[in-house]
């Protein structure tokens, strides 16, 4: 079994920074792609984030230029910097891993339990 455990949520002002980590524990060999989700209310869960153990990087529209991903693959953690934050991004972000990166957004194998980011205006 996998376990995720994601830290580093709060509340922020419009144009501060945050970032949020997750922490992997268990079988992490299978944990090819890693990924970060937002659900905000009344809204449905999307992936904002990817990446794969080969560095491959994805990022949706609306967070791109101003989030970075990366993992580190030793202490089985992926991170989210969060920059330039706008009251929109206030939502529940969630950590997901998968087998694989094309699967990651359909179907991830894994997720953790979710951090709150509140952005004030």
């Known amino acids: 079994q996998v376990q995720l455990v994601e830290s580093g949520g709060g509340l922020v002002q419009a144009g501060g920074s945050l970032r949020l980590s997750c922490a992997a524990s268990?079988?992490?060999?299978?944990?090819?792609?890693m990924g970060w989700f937002r659900q905000a209310p009344g809204k449905e869960r999307e992936l904002i984030a990817a990446?794969?153990?080969?560095?491959?990087?994805y990022y949706s529209d609306f967070v791109k230029g101003r989030f970075t991903i990366a993992r580190d693959n030793a202490q089985n953690t992926v991170y989210l910097q969060m920059n330039s934050l706008k009251p929109e991004d206030t939502a529940v972000y969630y950590c997901?891993?998968?087998?694989?990166?094309?699967?990651?957004?359909?179907?991830?194998?894994?997720w953790g339990q979710g951090t709150q980011v509140t952005v004030s205006s």
């Open positions: 990446i794969s153990i080969r560095t491959y990087y």
């Open positions: 997901a891993a998968a087998p694989q990166i094309a699967t990651l957004e359909a179907q991830p194998s894994h």
């Open positions: 268990g079988r992490t060999g299978s944990l090819y792609a």
